[in-house]
């Protein structure tokens, strides 16, 4: 009776968190307890029960989130550190409340929790593996292979001036002929919004960068050429060739995001078809693509048997017409 009346108080101080226990459950809170700071300098930033919260917990949970630039290097002062403890601290206590009420016993939960810790192992693996094998050496092999493939296009730099009628073009060719300013001139009478204020200048293009007629006659126009008037579906035009060239190869920071996506797609696959060797994968229910499935035997009338061809549409039409008469 005293030993009864005795344990009452110490069932009291016993902590919310649910005792850890192993049988048919998944251990969640031993998880949160068995944490360690990642490193000599990660700190406790929030206790939470008898769990506590890392700063590394909040930095990679900003790092994940895109929240900062330097996720690293974010203080525990910054507002976006606080926003995101914040959270992480409202979801430890919803984990350890469920964990309470022995929610982790549901087999739809210990589902779900599977698969999460599966999805999280595969990354981790994918980090480990494919991420790590991108260096800057992987990058400099593609882009200089890129840029060995990659055809050389041939560029031309144009001005031009663009009005509604032929008599307009024919007069705008006539007064530079006569030595007016061509770019000051586009200012003055070009109806083309985008370049006039630029003197008509178009940049470089290509021979695709422009619609046919106006590509085809910039083309054909040498350098420092004055073109005869000519149309498109946008107007009337006359146009001066400023330069050609060969076009540049892109730089290798312009393309390294293009090409760290294609590694690591390329190390994704290549890792599951070494791990395919290791663990063999058999689907159920699904049928056999039909270029590797073994011909069934021949059954008496198959036309495989009696050598007859199969009737065509308009036959078996016909037959059914037939029939219905």
């Known amino acids: 009776m005293l030993a009864a009346c005795g344990a009452e108080p110490d069932r009291q101080a016993e902590p919310a968190e649910p005792a850890v226990r192993a049988e048919g459950r998944v251990d969640v809170l031993a998880r949160f307890l068995a944490l360690e700071p990642a490193g000599p300098d990660d700190s406790v930033v929030a206790e939470v029960g008898t769990t506590v919260i890392y ?76 991420a790590n094998s991108i260096t800057d050496e992987a990058i400099e092999r593609i882009y200089q292979e890129q840029n060995r493939l990659a055809p050389r296009v041939e560029e031309v730099r144009a001005s031009h001036i663009l009005v509604t009628t032929r008599e307009e073009a024919e007069e705008v060719a006539r007064l530079l002929a006569e030595g007016e300013d061509f770019a000051q001139l586009a200012r003055q009478v070009s109806q083309d919004p985008g370049t006039r204020l630029d003197g008509g200048d178009l940049g470089y293009f290509t021979r695709d960068g422009m619609v046919q ?8 126009t040498e350098v420092g050429v004055i073109s005869e008037p000519f ?92 029939s219905e008469r």
């Open 213 to 220: 007629a106006f590509s085809r006659q910039a083309f054909d």
């Open 231 to 322: 149309q498109t579906d946008y107007g009337w035009h006359v146009l001066r060739v400023t330069d050609r060239r060969v076009q540049p190869r892109p730089g290798l920071e312009s393309l390294r995001g293009n090409i760290v996506r294609f590694l690591t797609l390329e190390g994704i696959q290549t890792l599951l078809d070494t791990v395919r060797q290791t663990y063999p994968v058999t689907r159920s229910g699904v049928p056999a693509p039909s270029q590797i499935r073994a011909p069934g035997p021949v059954q008496p009338g198959d036309p495989e048997e009696s050598g007859e061809d199969e009737p065509d549409d308009a036959g078996l039409d016909d037959a059914g017409e037939a």
């Open 55 to 130: 700063a590394s917990d909040v930095r990679r949970e900003i790092a994940a989130r895109s929240l900062h630039d330097q996720p690293a290097s974010v203080a525990p002062s910054d507002p976006v550190f606080q926003q995101v403890l914040s959270e992480l601290t409202e979801q430890r206590l919803l984990a350890l409340e469920a964990l309470r009420r022995g929610m982790d016993r549901d087999i739809e939960a210990r589902r779900r929790l599977a698969a999460a810790e599966e999805r999280i192992l595969g990354n981790i693996l994918v980090e480990t593996v494919v």
